[in-house]
Nanobody, 114 residues
Framework: QVQLVESGGGLVQPGGSLRLSCTAS????????MGWYRQAPWKQRELVAR???????NYADSVKGRFTISRDNAKSTVYLQMNSLKPEDTAVYYC????????WGQGTQVTVSS
C-alpha cells in the first residue's frame, strides 16, 4: 500500500508560478512511475505529466514548455513546477503512483485567477 500526500496548491494570478509536491510512503518509491493529473469542474481527469523510474518524462500538449515534473527518490517526492499559469490550468491536481496497482493522492486545488 502506498499513501500519497500532496501540497503546494493555492490561488495565483495568471502568469504566476506554483510548485506542487507529493510525498509517498513505502520503500520502493524509485520503482514507481509517478504522475500528476488534474480534473477541472465538469471535465474528465487528464494526465498533466509523468516521470518514469529512469527519469524520462512526458507532458500534455497544453502544458509543454510551462510545467516541469521532477522526482527526488531519496525524499520519496515528486514535484510539479508550474510556470506561466493560465486560468484554464485551474483544477484539482492529483498525484499518482503506478507499479502494477494505481495509487492516488487526495488532490490539491490550483486556482488561477486575477
Amino acid at each position: 500500500q502506498v499513501q500519497l500526500v500532496e501540497s503546494g496548491g493555492g490561488l495565483v494570478q495568471p502568469g504566476g508560478s506554483l510548485r506542487l509536491s507529493c510525498t509517498a510512503s513505502g520503500s520502493i518509491f524509485g520503482a514507481y512511475v509517478m504522475g500528476w493529473y488534474r480534473q477541472a469542474p465538469w471535465k474528465q481527469r487528464e494526465l498533466v505529466a509523468r516521470i518514469r523510474s529512469g527519469g524520462s518524462t512526458n507532458y500534455a500538449d497544453s502544458v509543454k514548455g510551462r510545467f516541469t515534473i521532477s522526482r527526488d527518490n531519496a525524499k520519496s517526492t515528486v514535484y510539479l513546477q508550474m510556470n506561466s499559469l493560465k486560468p484554464e490550468d485551474t483544477a484539482v491536481y492529483y498525484c499518482n503512483a503506478m507499479l502494477g496497482n494505481n495509487y492516488w493522492g487526495q488532490g490539491t486545488q490550483v486556482t488561477v485567477s486575477s
